[in-house]
């Protein structure tokens, strides 16, 4: 049986897909070199319209390299190398078979969003002019981010915009758009310079060259047609540069006696090593030493707020009674509350012989009682849960986890600093999905408390790209954030999206043991500032970017089919 020549990319192509994969994975923590997010989706879409002119097809191997089947293999081979790059820290997991295959498998999967992007440009958006061009690919994008985030319970995690997190006066657009409107801006300014770019480039080189004089050839740049779409979008990102530091600079303004008051949090961060989470004759012994470190970094000093990280208690909360009456003692001891995880096991109400394990976050106020409990509602899957466990039983083999949690029913508020200003918690992955932090952030909420647990990546960039995701969910809602990890990046976001306070140990490591008091200025907490556009009114940005979308695409085939008639 022989191969079809035609299912192959020239070698040429196919590097260059993969190179502009590596250059949009670096955009990314880490190294996080910001700017090459700029430059990434153009260059895609420079390959897909202008590639044949600088890759030629192997002589008898690809007559037919220029064809739609052919875009979608380029932009999966840059999306696949993007992916292998960016979630290379799955391959840290404490279970070598599954990693490696959870990478290859997942980064395969996400790749064909990119691939069908790449899809539909070649499809659809070769024959429009630039800045319809650009407006489509934009659109586009957003749509398939949106899809991404929510198809088989979602994949969120590094969306195009989350690589400008450090841009802080920029980010501040999420809080109208959330992140959707910075990938939207990235992408249509990244196509508008550099196809303009070779058109123009082109043109002086063509015997039809460009009328002007020498000057206005190599000065006069954005007076050509050439760049009239990229002056557009240059200055829409000036204008918001602009408005993104006034923006922080109001946000930034408190009265002077909430400017001198703060919050004092005390966080611990365990530094407990996965494999000992699954060792049942460690968890007494764990438990103690999380008791110890917390009184060590405490010792003396009053707080408002103790906080543990997800995956630091052992066993049942509400079911083991020594754990229980420990834990109450040190609220007692503190004469403050405390929040943290615990599993939970609930009866089946349509089958009393079945059970529901929960992943649960709980609150003890500072009379040593459990008052609140939130129950994760976005589970990991093949971390806390086996997709068609019941059916296909072989599954539990690639994943360390023995059994599936359950879903909870509703996000919950707990009563800290008070019943008219609650806070909100997550439980880890949850944090990074825009739609499912702001149903936490409805009402009066006040802040937000994030319960991570990322040991399974060890010290890698995992734990970076997460806080960079959580960045968002900050400015998305005009919320501060509480961030307390098993092993890292334990701080606080302010509501413009700043990190706070990072929690080094003693050898300067992130990823360490220990713990400690964070201030939080009242201000932050209490503010009467109004609601942000997207905690009021969601996702509509991404709504308008998805209709622009399914109109053209539409229309394209309207009129493909008024040409067929």
């Known amino acids: 049986m022989k191969l079809n020549p035609a299912i192959f990319i020239p070698s040429g192509l196919a590097l260059a897909a993969i190179v502009v994969g590596i250059i949009l994975g670096l955009a990314f923590p880490s190294p996080g070199i910001a ?112 899809v991404r985030g929510w198809l088989f319970s979602g994949f969120a995690w590094n969306m195009l915009g989350v690589s400008q997190h450090d841009n802080i006066p920029l980010a501040q657009l999420a809080s109208w758009t959330s992140v959707y409107g910075i990938s939207f801006l990235m992408v249509a300014f990244s196509i508008s310079w550099i196809i303009g770019g070779y058109d123009w480039i082109s043109a002086l080189k063509s015997n039809h060259a460009l009328k002007e004089d020498m000057r206005e050839r190599f000065m006069g740049v954005f007076s050509t047609r050439y760049f009239k779409e990229g002056a557009f979008w240059l200055l829409i990102l000036c204008l918001l540069i602009g408005w993104g530091s006034h923006t922080i600079s109001k946000k930034s303004q408190r009265p002077t006696h909430q400017a001198q008051m703060t919050f004092s949090i005390a966080l611990v961060q365990p530094g407990i090593p996965q494999t000992l989470l699954w060792d049942p004759q460690e968890n007494e012994n764990r438990f103690f030493e999380l008791l110890q470190t917390t009184r060590d970094m405490i010792g003396t000093n009053h707080i408002d707020l103790l906080v543990w990280p997800e995956a630091a208690l052992p066993g049942y909360i509400r079911y083991d009674s020594e754990i229980s009456n420990l834990v109450s003692k040190m609220a007692i001891d503190l004469r403050c509350p405390i929040i943290f995880c615990s599993d939970d096991v609930e009866p089946d109400p349509k089958n009393s012989e079945k059970k529901h394990f929960l992943n649960c976050a709980f609150m003890m106020d500072d009379q040593g ?42 996000a919950k508020t707990f009563p800290w600093p008070n019943k008219h200003n609650p806070i909100s918690p997550l439980i880890c992955f949850e944090d990074v999905f825009p739609e499912e932090v702001r149903k936490h952030a409805s009402g009066t909420v006040s802040a937000l408390v994030y319960l ?65 008091i964070i201030k939080i200025p009242v201000g932050e907490v209490f503010s009467d500032a109004p609601q942000s556009f997207y905690r009021r009114a969601g996702n509509i940005f991404a709504w308008c970017c998805i209709v622009w979308f399914l109109r053209e695409v539409v229309f394209s085939f309207l009129r493909r089919g008024k040409k067929q008639s």
């Open 35 to 146: 700017s090459l997010g700029w430059i990434a989706p153009g260059l895609l879409a420079f390959l897909l319209i202008h590639g044949d002119n600088f890759f030629k097809p192997v002589p008898g191997l690809n007559s037919n390299h220029n064809s739609p089947i052919c875009a979608f293999k380029l932009g999966w081979l840059a999306g696949f190398s993007f992916w292998l790059l960016t979630l290379r820290w799955l391959l840290l997991m404490p279970f070598p078979s599954g990693a490696i295959m959870g990478w290859l498998s997942l980064s395969a999967y996400l790749a064909c969003y990119m691939g069908l992007w790449s899809w539909l440009l070649h499809k659809m958006g070769r024959k429009m002019q630039l800045f319809r061009f650009s407006l489509f690919a934009a659109s586009a994008w957003v749509t398939l981010e949106w």
């Open 369 to 410: 009682n459990l008052i609140e409990r939130y129950a994760k509602r976005h589970l990991v899957i093949f971390g806390e849960y086996v997709p068609l466990y019941e059916y296909l039983p072989f599954l539990k083999y690639f994943t360390p986890i023995t059994g599936n949690y359950s879903t909870g029913k509703e």
């Open 452 to 516: 991570v647990n990322a040991g399974w990546f060890k010290q890698s960039s995992a734990h970076w790209q997460h806080l960079a995701n959580a960045q968002f969910r900050s400015i998305e809602n005009a919320l501060p954030a509480i961030r307390c990890t098993q092993n890292g990046i334990t701080c606080w976001i302010d509501r413009s999206g700043r990190v706070h306070e990072i929690f080094y140990d003693q050898s300067g490591n992130p990823y360490g043991k220990g713990g400690q």
